[in-house]
């Protein structure tokens, strides 16, 4: 029988190549695999299924390496690309590696430390959409600080803006098929981060000039890390159109930046998550932003990277279910109460509505005693999860 579950390149799921290449290095102790080379990882991905992959500047050409050296990854990248049809989905900078962004990149109190981030994003742009990238991503992980006295948080507010007016006036005239896709985090590498959720990332981004050109790459573990739920998160970003990218994981709330293989942590938000995703007519890449646990040897990445894929097919399917069931239809159809003679006032301002509305006989406690069957609802949803269903 074939596998229902299986990931298929239409399905548009794609890794970093530093998820898979990740060593399992951590701040306490050495890597526990050894390190992974960019083609290979790019060769074994399509092999699993997955559509496409991303990369940092430097997860495919090292920091500081010759020209001559560059055009031979590329072209190699290009040879693997052509092989076996996966795509380069999204590019993005490595603006965190480096000591040179110890004080962070575009918002550095460095001038030359600033110019160089730019000069170097430039570059990876360049690089990622010869790759064929359509998606530019940003995550600022070193935009912080740890001593508030050192930074001027206003002033790195503008630098911000300075330096994404600057970028997308570069793929303007450059003419390139770009856009970008901001990522938020609260926290980890710097004590705070700026711009720390997503909703601080759309206002931001109404803030400039080629506003159409950039919207937001949510990652689930950064909203979770701060104990925010992120399916809501994700929620304002498609209503505002402004959904480009999404980073997908695992992450227990209140922790350090886990990364935990896709829906290893709370299956209910997760579900939730998958069903918000597919309903809403994002036809962007799921993304996984994740890596195997330090545990696992070269060959369990693999497992892992299945994993992530093969759990986001089957709550997609367990979502269709949700969606099909009569007994949640009719508890969702009984609390979802229209009125047709109420929202016609309510819903659009007139001083005449406004008027009427006014003088409406609302009765407050018998509204109040109207049933809302969630203990029932929430049953049969977890029902659904555990199989019974
Ligand atoms: C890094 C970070 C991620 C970002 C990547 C893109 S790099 O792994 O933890 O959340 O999406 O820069
Ligand atoms: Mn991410
Ligand atoms: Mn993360």
Redesign the pocket.
Known sequence: MADAYAPKPQHKFTF?L??TANPGRDPFGEATRPALDPIANIRKMAEIGAWGFNF?DNDLIPFGESASERDKIVKNAKKAMKDTGIVCSMA???L?SHPVFKDGAFTSNDAAVRAFALQKTMHAIDLGVELGAKIY?F?G?REGAEVDLAKDPIECMKRMREAMNFLTQYVKDQKYDLTFAL?A?PNEPRGDIFLATTGNMLAFIETLEHREMVGV?P?Y??ETMAGLNFTHHVAQAIEAGKLFHI?LNGQKMGRF?Q?LRFGSEDLKGTLMLVRLIERSGYAGPRHF?AHAYRTEDAEGVWDFARGCMRTYLVLKEKARRIDEDKEIAAILKEINRGDAKLEKLSRSYSSENAKKLKDAKLDADALAGRKLPYERLDQLLNEVILGVR
Do not use: P
Request: aromatic residues 14%; glycine residues 10%.
């Open positions: 970093g530093w998820t940092h993005t900078t490595n965190f991503v995550w992980g990522e985090k790459n990652e573990a950064h980073d930046d990364d932003d």
